[in-house]
């Protein structure tokens, strides 16, 4: 699997992003999606993540009601929309898949950077 983020950008607090992930390879359906994040100085967190064939979605605490998962079978993407972004959401994104059957997320692409301002 082969995953390539953007969307990333500098927003104000308050602001909005919708970060996308084209994803790449065969039986997508094997796979669980997911959206991390890592600030400077900290440990790479979860955001959220979803099931390639069906709408059931996981979120961190300090995404839900605010974050939103979703994925377009038909032209193989995620995405993470962000809404309500505080400063302390600023860090690199990625973009991650693990077998369904695994715990593990083996496949990650690069990281878009969100930046919010105060």
């Known amino acids: 699997v082969q995953l390539q983020a953007s969307g990333g950008g500098l927003v104000q607090a308050g602001g909005s992003l919708r970060l996308s992930c084209a994803v790449s390879?065969?039986?997508?359906?094997?796979?669980?999606m997911g959206w991390f994040r890592q600030a400077p100085g900290k440990e790479r967190e979860f955001v959220s993540s979803?099931?390639?064939?069906?709408?059931?979605?996981n979120y961190a605490d300090f995404a839900k009601g605010r974050f939103t998962i979703s994925r377009d079978r038909a032209n193989d993407t995620l995405y993470l929309e962000m809404n309500s972004l505080k400063p302390e959401d600023t860090a690199a994104y990625y973009c991650?898949?693990?077998?369904?059957?695994?715990?593990?997320?083996?496949?990650w692409g690069p990281g878009t950077q969100v930046t919010v301002s105060s």
């Open positions: 979803i099931t390639w064939t069906t709408t059931g979605a």
């Open positions: 991650a898949a693990r077998r369904r059957t695994g715990s593990q997320y083996n496949y």
């Open positions: 390879g065969r039986t997508l359906s094997m796979y669980i």
